[in-house]
């Protein structure tokens, strides 16, 4: 049976039910799925070796963080043919995220707004979750690691957050996420500003160095970025990211505007809006960020990728990989091969 069978299948009864509510009945399945050997029946992209930040990743087309905040169920999604997997987003401390609910579909736009506020069960037992999976054991594929700051910790104090959880995961990630740009967490934003964000990446590259001797191996820090912001913004970013010789970018994560969703039901709902609203928000900053970086950092591009045209959009813009994670939602399992096929021109 295809994915995209099996898919349509499942979606009305997924759809049926709260998104959060669906999220927790479906990876679960899937973990289940993947234990038993069901998984091995789904179809896989075509081979598409890249090499970006000195790892060779199978294809290009990899998991958004988000999905898996705990790193609970790598070995299920491993078996849908991504190229890379990313989880998190890890704080050093488990906390419950915001109150339920805190998730909405936006059907009609093909949307999701989430104001989840990195819920997750702390840095010590995502790492026992990873250090668990048959992926990291046998060495399987490329796994992001994506680090925050609790609800709790003070702003001013944030780096203390970062370099707790950098020193908790480095030895299990191929590469590490810094997440300064989720919606949800009060004030997290303001570290994307030039007064704070030359110290916090100085602070994170004196650290990798340091683990690097440690650990005999170099992982490469990736720093995760806003579609909300000004080409003022991305020059001042993308100036910080050449100063202190960060290893890659993502962009993007959620956006806190409204423009593409007026009247739709939820829309006023607080929180990151992410689907195909997103799209042309991103792929601006990933042309702009382009531009400026002239290919020294390489950009992951994420947001609003429903379909193969919109991943080739996406490395037309600069990036040198993509990822998903509404389009998942909303398309299944096909989504990742139809986007590693579309990829498979561009070099």
Do not use: W
């Not at 099996?6 to 990876?27: G, N, Q």
């Amino acid at each position: 049976m295809s994915n995209k069978l099996l898919y349509s299948l499942a979606r009305p009864l997924l759809f049926s039910l709260a998104p959060e509510k669906a999220h927790d009945l479906t990876l679960p399945a899937l973990r289940f799925a993947a234990s038993a050997g069901l998984t091995n029946l789904l179809p896989q992209p075509a081979p598409d070796p890249r090499t970006v930040m000195g790892l060779t990743f199978p294809n290009p087309v990899g998991l958004a963080a988000g999905l898996d905040k705990d790193g609970a169920y790598i070995d299920g999604l491993a078996a849908l043919g991504f190229g890379f997997i990313e989880i998190g987003t890890v704080t050093p401390r488990a906390q419950p995220g915001n109150p339920k609910p805190r998730m909405f579909r936006l059907p009609e736009a093909q949307a999701l707004i989430n104001r989840m506020g990195f819920n997750n069960g702390g840095v010590d037992a995502f790492v026992r979750n990873v250090q668990a999976s048959r992926f990291y054991q046998e060495e399987r594929g490329i796994l992001g690691l994506n680090i925050g700051k609790n609800a709790d910790t003070p702003i001013e104090r944030a780096t203390d957050d970062y370099l707790y959880c950098l020193n908790k995961v480095y030895p299990y990630a191929a590469y590490v996420t810094v997440n300064i740009s989720s919606p949800n967490t009060k004030n997290l934003r303001q570290l994307q500003q030039a007064s704070e964000i030359d110290a916090l990446l100085s602070a994170l590259k004196m650290a990798q160095s340091r683990l690097a001797d440690k650990h005999g191996r170099y992982v490469p820090l990736v720093l995760k970025i806003a579609p909300d912001l000004d080409d003022e913004q991305i020059d001042t970013i993308a100036s910080a990211l050449l100063r202190n010789r960060i290893d890659g970018v993502i962009a993007t994560n959620t956006t806190i505007t409204r423009d593409a969703v007026q009247g739709l039901t939820h829309a006023n709902e607080t929180g990151g809006l992410s689907g195909a609203p997103v799209r042309d928000l991103s792929t601006r900053v990933i042309r702009s960020l382009h531009q400026v970086l002239q290919g020294e950092i390489p950009i992951i591009g994420v947001g609003g990728i429903l379909s193969g045209a919109d991943a080739s959009e996406k490395m037309a813009a600069g990036a040198s990989l993509i990822q998903l994670y509404t389009g998942l939602i909303y398309r299944g399992p096909e989504l990742v091969i139809e986007c590693a096929s579309a990829c498979a021109s561009i070099h």
